[in-house]
């Protein structure tokens, strides 16, 4: 079976764990500063701070701006649930519009004719490894003195016209197992801001700048040096990872060729990593599922069932209609893009695509 998703774990992540292991210092140390450091880098901001996973990262960057209870924020229902649940977390209201159908993101004038006197934050997804429309969203920010907070969680190396994710706000990260490059669990938030920069690496560790001296209520969002030193080896090979994971996409592009599958859509002038490649299957798309898994390729769904219709949102009074997201909710499939892939499999996973025999449905092939 081609998987979907595959770590890419070499002798260097093997040896850098024995490393840490043998220092006997396994908390945050070197390891995490020298991610920071090279984190920051690669997304061209001053700062870079490292804790526990993507979730904490999106939470703690809206503590870090003093966003809470009375304020609104304002997403995609076309997320992992930690988007609209890291609003929910800091106490403030996650609102949600409809998507662009064309690229899975945020649409720049829904946006703003959702924003009221209560919102405080606009934050986009890079859903996919596909940059937002960074800059409309950029100007409506700056129009109504709103705060942007990416979730890059899948997006890390993407970038909207030459300027990298994460450098156009307060950029969050996660270095989970199956996002491009990993530590197992983590996270990391970028910015500009030696403010914002501050109080992150103070929320991350119960608030305390001196050791024992507590200044405001913070957290243990901390990262390890294990997985840092997982970290600093995943990103020494970031770009022959994504440069992988564009070829192949481009592959795709160029040999799967079937009449109710539609690839997906490259916005001119950003760099798309291509976390997943994703088209819209204009049929049925369980049976498509159950040939492709049939002829030994797996698949998986991000995501069957927007936020704001998750059954705890729904019992938190959302309830409206999102007819973009739910259309594609219904038809999307993840195919296996990931660095690890051979050429073989690659051409067997578009063979298997273009072999599909699917029923032709009226309301689904629109
Ligand atoms: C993975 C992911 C997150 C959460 O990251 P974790 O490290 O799993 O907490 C948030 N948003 C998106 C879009 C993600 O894909």
Do not use: W
């Not at 304002?74 to 977390?89: D, K, V």
């Amino acid at each position: 079976m081609i998987s979907v998703a595959r770590p890419q774990i070499g002798p260097e992540e093997e040896e850098a764990v024995l490393a840490v292991l043998r220092s006997g210092m396994l908390a945050q140390g070197p390891e995490v500063a020298r991610l920071e450091a090279a984190f920051a880098a690669v997304c061209g901001v001053a700062h870079a701070i490292a804790v526990s996973n993507g979730t904490s990262a999106l939470f703690l960057a809206l503590r870090a701006h003093d966003i809470g209870p009375g304020d609104e924020v304002i997403t995609t229902p076309f997320s992992f649930i930690a988007t609209g649940n890291s609003i929910l977390m800091a106490g403030a209201r996650p609102v949600f519009v409809d998507i662009d159908e064309q690229t899975f993101n945020l649409d720049p004038e829904q946006v703003e004719a959702a924003i009221t006197p209560a919102t405080r934050a606009i934050m986009p997804v890079h859903l996919y490894g596909q940059p937002a429309a960074m800059d409309a969203l950029c100007a409506i920010a700056e129009r109504h003195g709103l705060v942007i907070i990416e979730d890059a969680a899948q997006a890390i190396g993407a970038q909207d016209q030459g300027r990298p994710v994460g450098s156009f706000g307060t950029g969050c990260f996660s270095l989970y197992a199956t996002k491009n490059i990993m530590s197992g669990e983590g996270g990391m938030i970028t910015t500009n801001d030696p403010q914002i920069a501050d109080r992150l690496r103070l929320l991350r560790s119960h608030g305390s700048r001196v050791r024992y001296y507590h200044d405001f209520l913070g957290y243990n969002f901390r990262m390890t040096d294990l997985q840092a030193a997982i970290g600093n080896a995943q990103l020494a090979k970031l770009e022959r990872f994504t440069e992988r994971r564009i070829a192949n996409a481009a592959f795709f592009d160029q040999t799967i060729r079937h009449p109710q599958v539609r690839k997906p859509f490259a916005r001119p002038g950003v760099r798309h990593v291509y976390h997943q490649y994703t088209v819209r299957i204009l049929g049925d798309r369980d049976e498509a599922m159950r040939q492709l898994r049939a002829a030994g390729v797996d698949t998986a769904v991000f995501y069957p069932l927007p936020i704001p219709h998750q059954p705890m949102y729904r019992a938190l009074g959302y309830d409206q209609s999102l007819p973009v997201t739910e259309r594609l909710s219904s038809q999307v499939l993840a195919l296996p893009v990931h660095p690890g892939l051979n050429n073989e499999e690659l051409a067997h996973i578009s063979e298997a695509v273009n072999a599909l025999s699917l029923e032709t449905s009226e309301v689904l092939s629109r």
